[in-house]
């Protein structure tokens, strides 16, 4: 008997593929090591078709956007849970000319057809610094990643086909046409293992560049803000009386360790963008595992038709992976082409 998927790692990437493939009736194992850190574990999970200062749409964000809407609820609907929390992502401006700039931005069709119209900013003014107004961009919200790789978890401990401990790369048989492990032959192992894919000796050849990220949990009283709210930092309402705040980037450092630094650095903004006082309660640090690129980390090995990856989602996971991993299982068993630019042979020159 063969078994055809051993996915290795179940932070978003491994959790989204594993179910994917699951539902295209392939029989999968999915594996975690509780001992590895996981960026999943301590992200945030924000999903924001818009970035940055000039509203930059986010890459292929007219597929990715509702295709993730309808994954998550799809999976919320089938398992009777909610982790999805779709939602509108408010942007205070910052200053008259960053607002004259943003109404330029929102003239662009592509961008306006992801501003929410029906803004009020009188209801943020209690609780928001917002003296210009602001944008509301939709088509927005955020994943509860503990949640999310709970059920996932369980649903595949239910069907006997989750392995918790560490898959060594060194113990995989590789085969042209399977991969044994544990005795057990698999048509092939993907390995969805984050930033480990650094180490992993099959894939240290693609080019990260990893980002260390920090974020805050903070309680609050009487905030009654659902949106997200976003200007330089976010500011994520949990649930009632509970915030997070982030997040920082470094390319420094990358350790799992919070630093002093980055508490200051996210306070100062917070209290300056909020007009409530918070308490902070945690502090939580995460590698992120970026590609150089910016780009995706999808296909087989060259060397080893056995062996595959799906990773390098960088900080934008929660996006990319339901739509990306719709188009993984299709390459794998329709024969349809990966994107060029998710693709690892794009790296093959380097």
């Not at 994917?20 to 960026?39: I, K």
């Not at 918790?164 to 544990?182: F, H, Q």
């Not at 032959?185 to 990893?210: H, M």
Request: charged share 20%.
């Amino acid at each position: 008997m063969t078994i055809d998927y051993l996915i290795v790692g179940q932070g978003v990437a491994g959790s989204v593929l594993a179910w994917t493939l699951d539902q295209r009736g392939c029989s999968v194992v999915l594996t975690n090591d509780p001992a590895t850190p996981a960026a999943s574990a301590v992200a945030a999970g924000i999903v924001n078709p818009l970035t940055g200062r000039k509203l930059v749409q986010t890459w292929k964000a007219a597929e990715l956007f509702p295709f993730l809407h309808q994954f998550y609820s799809g999976i919320e609907a089938e398992l009777g849970v909610r982790f999805f929390h779709p939602g509108t992502i408010y942007r205070p401006y910052r200053s008259e000319t960053e607002k004259n700039n943003y109404l330029t931005y929102t003239a662009d069709p592509a961008i306006r057809s992801y501003i929410d119209p029906s803004i009020n900013d009188e209801s943020y003014a209690p609780y928001i610094e917002n003296p210009f107004g602001g944008l509301t961009v939709g088509q927005a919200g955020w994943v509860d990643l503990t949640e999310f790789g709970r059920l996932i978890k369980g649903y595949f401990i239910r069907k006997n086909q989750y392995y918790e401990g560490r898959v060594p790369v060194d113990e995989l048989l590789l085969t042209e046409s399977s991969v044994i492990w544990n005795g057990v032959r698999f048509g092939k192992v993907i390995f969805c293992d984050g930033v480990q894919a650094t180490e992993n000796p099959l894939f240290n050849w693609l080019p990260y560049s990893p980002v260390k990220g920090q974020l805050l949990t903070a309680m609050v009283e009487n905030y009654p803000v659902t949106s997200i709210v976003n200007q330089g930092i976010f500011v994520l309402p949990v649930r009632p009386g509970l915030i997070r705040i982030g997040a920082t980037y470094s390319w420094d450092d990358l350790d799992w360790q919070t630093t002093a630094d980055a508490r200051t650095f996210l306070e100062e903004k917070a209290r300056a963008l909020l007009k409530i006082p918070f308490e902070v309660v945690g502090q939580q640090a995460g590698i992120r595992p970026s590609s150089k690129d910016r780009r995706p980390f999808i296909g087989i090995h060259p060397d080893q038709p056995a062996v595959s990856i799906f990773g390098g989602m960088g900080t934008k996971g929660v996006s990319l992976s339901p739509y990306l991993a719709e188009q993984f299982a299709r390459y794998l068993l329709d024969g349809e082409e990966i994107d060029a630019e998710a693709n690892i042979t794009r790296c093959l020159s380097l």
